[in-house]
């Protein structure tokens, strides 16, 4: 696994762009139906926010909305030219370019907010990008973060006993590791996944020298052999797929 497959696999794997931007909104924010009130994308005008892998860039987009001021950047030329698309369309300013997590091209103690939802738990070095994440953070600033949750009912079912079991892919010789790399994602082939418990995730973010952590689980779903992301009523909401971490910068 290399960097270079890692960016291969997200250039042909951009969460959605596959419709316009308002149908795309409405589907992300049915789905994770929990996001406005996780991240109150709305507290931050005024404030200098990163995202980091922006993707489709309709989080991006949400932050300016609301009167940030928005720099987002991707590893992936197709989500970066796809968010700049977005921003044009909805006349939103803001700097959008290519970049690595590890290695990001801002001065140190610049933002207030870097927002980073989906990304960390895909990045094999992920200790190096939380280092950069914590230089351009001004004092106090936030890092406001999604990671795969361990302790999860789509991780022990849909992933291990689906795709290790039922597809065999213990059989196949594949490790605990392998499996959840290619069926964490909505196309196999993704190069690298990792699943935090709950202590790790606060590990995490407090040996990269953040404080007044929070984590929260969300979204109760699971993948089945033919549609993804199935909402589950009343199960434990502690069985959730997404860790919400927030952290403040020493």
Not at 5 to 28: A, E, F, H, V
Not at 29 to 42: A, C, I, N, R, T
Not at 234 to 239: A, D, G, H, S, Y
Request: aromatic share 14%.
């Amino acid at each position: 696994m290399t960097r270079k497959d890692i960016c291969d696999y997200w250039n042909n794997r951009t969460p959605y762009t596959w419709g316009n931007y308002q149908s795309m909104r409405k589907l992300r924010y049915e789905l994770q139906d929990y996001m406005f009130d996780s991240f109150e994308f709305d507290k931050f005008k005024g404030k200098k926010v990163l995202e980091i892998g922006c993707g489709s860039g309709i989080d991006s987009a949400e932050f300016a909305k609301n009167g940030a001021e928005v720099y987002a950047v991707d590893m992936s030329d197709k989500a970066v030219n796809h968010t700049k698309k977005v921003f044009e369309g909805l006349k939103l300013k803001g700097k959008i370019s290519k970049a690595d997590a590890t290695n990001l091209p801002f001065e140190n103690d610049f933002f207030d907010l870097v927002y980073v939802y989906g990304v960390l738990h895909h990045i094999p070095v992920v200790e190096k990008a939380m280092d950069e994440i914590h230089r351009v953070l001004k004092h106090d600033g936030k890092c406001f973060a999604m990671l795969y949750h361990k302790d999860s009912l789509l991780y022990y079912y849909s992933i291990l006993y689906l795709g290790g079991v039922v597809l065999k892919g213990f059989n196949k010789g594949l490790t605990e590791k392998d499996i959840l790399a290619r069926y964490s994602e909505g196309k196999v082939g993704n190069p690298y996944s990792r699943v935090y418990s709950v202590d790790e995730a606060k590990r995490l973010f407090y040996t990269s020298g953040f404080n007044d952590i929070i984590v929260d689980i969300e979204y109760p779903v699971i993948d089945t052999t033919t549609e993804r992301k199935v909402k589950i009523p009343n199960i434990p909401k502690k069985l959730g797929w997404h860790l919400i971490v927030k952290g403040s910068k020493v």
